[in-house]
């Protein structure tokens, strides 16, 4: 699962400075869902090699009767309780308002850690200035200013301590858990049936985590799945405005609970937007992915279809670029028997372990073929390799000069990485360290 961080506090405290910051550092992909307001953004963010997700709820009003203001505070108690850890923020240039001490009674009350952070601090050789009215909470705080990313390092070490290097980790069962995902009318739920037919053995049905979500896990052979279904990323407008919202957040909390996402594609309207904000979660959230393309049997063909629609795949969906795509009908029952085999094979891959002294042996040569480029006048030395995390496969690198991996560079040997070990179906994830002893001027 991903970590989520919510930052909260009341209108213009500097939350979508501080979220942009904590995005904008690891070239993170802004998800604006359709279905969440304008008001709420979702990014994705890695802080030395711990992925989390941040939510920005715009500003947080206790006491209103305007209805802007109420739906934003809907948004943002949405995000409080779903949230992991909560950063609530604070203006340190305008001092503590009685709109501070409500909002922070009420996170006093929920079980999840919050972090406050007084924003705004202009003059940082003195920040006790802007720091004494919020001393009165009795909590630890955080000065920083989000403008100039001053005080974000040990805000963001504290954050993210609980996250191991490479992302959380749900018990590793033995099947594979599969969401299957696509916008409404896709044929996903006939896609489900149909893969739940006469020849499956239903052992379980298992209430899902909303009422419009099943998680079924069904055995065939000797092998079992857990199929979680996740209605899809948008709700009927007829739903409320929180429900709606709650639906986007279950469907990316479903991602989050998957090793294999099934991306459905109707074939018949091609890829839409929402399913190219689908494949970015996937992406983001590391997760291995089958593309189905669906009522396949709807569509004019002839010997080059197929190949010119993979090629068009592979340009709308470029996040997941590496996910394999099978042609089917739900309907017609088309192929609908190779897609566990698919799963099998993907997911083999998303939980593959490949030991230290073949990684090493395997990046030793290739540097030697393809060396680092230099940067200014260093250049950059790989110490060693290691894989040090499954679901996804995460790769450490131990180098003389970090900030020397180019984005270009660490492309490179993540696509050197899939080709060699045949990573076909998952991503690929890569961390940086300096070896320990030693500084970035190591030649």
């Known amino acids: 699962m991903s970590f989520l961080i919510a930052i909260v506090g009341r209108p213009n405290v500097g939350k979508s400075r501080m979220f942009n910051r904590l995005i904008e550092a690891q070239s993170a992909i802004v998800h604006d869902f359709e279905g969440v307001t304008r008001d709420r953004q979702y990014g994705e963010g890695e802080w030395y090699g711990r992925p ?17 203001l109420i739906q934003m505070r809907n948004q943002a108690q949405l995000a409080i309780d779903e949230a992991d850890a909560i950063m609530y923020m604070v203006d340190g240039r305008q001092g503590m308002v009685t709109a501070d001490r409500e909002i922070f009674d009420m996170l006093r009350q929920t079980d999840k850690p919050v972090y406050t952070v007084v924003n705004k601090i202009d003059r940082w050789k003195d920040p006790e200035e802007f720091m004494m009215d919020f001393y009165e909470f009795g909590v630890e705080l955080y000065p920083s200013s989000a403008e100039h990313g001053i005080g974000i390092e040990k805000l963001m070490d504290d954050i993210t301590e609980p996250i191991p290097v490479g992302g959380i980790v ?12 696509g916008k409404p009318n896709a044929g996903k739920s006939s896609t489900i049936n149909a893969l739940l037919g006469e020849d499956r053995l239903l052992t379980s049905d298992i209430p899902g985590t909303t009422r419009d979500s099943v998680d079924t896990k069904v055995r065939v052979g000797d092998k079992e799945y857990l199929i979680i279904d996740t209605a899809g990323l948008r709700r009927k407008r007829s739903i409320t405005q929180r429900l709606e919202e709650f639906a986007v957040v279950q469907a990316i909390k479903s991602i989050d609970r998957a090793d294999v996402a099934l991306l459905v594609i109707d074939a018949t309207e091609g890829v839409t937007t929402q399913d190219k904000k689908i494949a970015s979660v996937i992406k983001h959230r590391g997760r291995a992915c089958v593309i189905l393309v669906n009522k396949w049997d709807l569509i004019e063909k002839d010997n080059t279809t197929a190949g010119e629609f993979v090629k068009y795949l592979r340009e709308e969906l470029i996040f997941i670029d590496y996910a394999p795509v099978l042609f089917v009908s739900a309907t017609t029952r088309q192929r609908v028997h190779k897609i566990l085999t698919f799963v099998d094979d993907v997911f083999e891959q998303f939980t593959r372990r490949v030991t230290t002294s073949d ?18 006048n260093k250049r950059l030395k790989i110490y060693y390799a290691s894989q ?25 040997l993540e696509n050197q990485i899939r080709a060699n070990y045949g990573f076909g179906g998952t991503p690929i994830r890569t961390v940086v360290r300096a070896r320990k002893g030693h500084d970035d001027n190591d030649d």
């Open 170 to 181: 749900d018990v590793e069962e033995p099947f594979a858990r599969i969401a299957v995902l």
């Open 359 to 376: 990684v090493n042996r395997f990046i030793e040569g290739v540097v030697e073929h393809h060396s680092p480029p230099v940067q200014g």
């Open 388 to 412: 040090v995390a499954t679901r996804p496969p995460t790769f450490m690198f131990v180098v003389n000069y970090p900030a020397g991996v180019a984005t270009s560079y660490r492309r490179f």
């Open 52 to 68: 989390f997700t941040v939510i920005d709820t715009g500003g947080f009003v206790p006491e209103t009767e305007d209805p802007i």
